[in-house]
C-alpha cells in the first residue's frame, strides 16, 4: 500500500515513487528535477563523472570538435583525421586543450563555477581530490536527462 503525503499525485518513475503536489503545473519538470537529485547521489553516477579516462566516462564528451573526436579509442593516440590539421604535437595539444575547455565551457553554460571547478579538475587530475558538491552533480545529471542521455520514464499510479 502506497501512503502519499495530502494532496499529493503518485509517480512511478523508473522504478520509483516520486510524490508530486497536486498544485504543480509543471510536472515532467517537478519529476525531472526530483530524479536529477536522486540520480546525483548514485555512486556509481558519481564515480561515472569524476572517472578521468577519456574513453566511455564523463570526460570524453568534452573531446570532440564537431563530430571529430580528438583520440583514436584502439591506438590510445591522436585520431589521424584530428591529428592531420596540425604540423606539430605541441600544436595539436595546445588546439585540443583550447577545444576542451571551450566544451566544458559550453556544457556548463551559465554556471562558470562548475566550468571552472571541472577545468581544474582535469587538469590537476586528482580522483582522490574530487571539489564538487551536489548542486554540480544534479546539474550534470539534469542536463543528461534534458539531453536524453539518461532516460525517465514515468507513469501516474495515483
Not at 53 to 64: K, P, Q
Not at 83 to 111: C, P, Q
Not at 122 to 135: K, N, T, Y
Request: contains cysteine.
Amino acid at each position: 500500500m502506497i501512503v502519499a503525503p495530502p494532496e499529493h499525485h503518485v509517480f512511478i518513475v523508473n522504478g520509483e515513487y516520486v510524490f508530486v503536489p497536486y498544485s504543480e503545473t509543471d510536472v515532467e519538470g517537478f519529476i525531472e528535477n526530483e530524479m536529477a537529485v536522486r540520480i546525483a547521489q548514485n555512486e556509481k553516477f558519481r564515480e561515472f563523472v569524476n572517472a578521468l579516462t577519456a574513453w566511455g566516462d564523463f570526460l570524453e564528451r568534452f573531446f570532440y570538435m564537431n563530430d571529430i573526436y580528438f583520440w583514436d579509442k584502439e591506438t590510445h593516440e591522436w585520431n589521424p583525421d584530428f591529428r592531420k590539421h596540425f604540423d606539430t604535437e605541441t600544436e595539436a595539444l595546445l588546439f585540443a586543450d583550447r577545444i576542451f575547455k571551450m566544451n566544458v565551457e559550453n556544457y556548463f553554460v551559465g554556471y562558470p563555477e562548475y566550468s571552472k571547478a571541472y577545468i581544474e579538475y582535469v587538469l590537476r587530475c586528482d580522483e582522490d581530490d574530487v571539489p564538487f558538491d551536489d548542486g554540480f552533480y544534479q546539474f550534470v545529471a539534469k542536463k543528461m536527462i534534458e539531453d536524453g542521455e539518461i532516460r525517465i520514464e514515468w507513469e501516474k499510479v495515483m
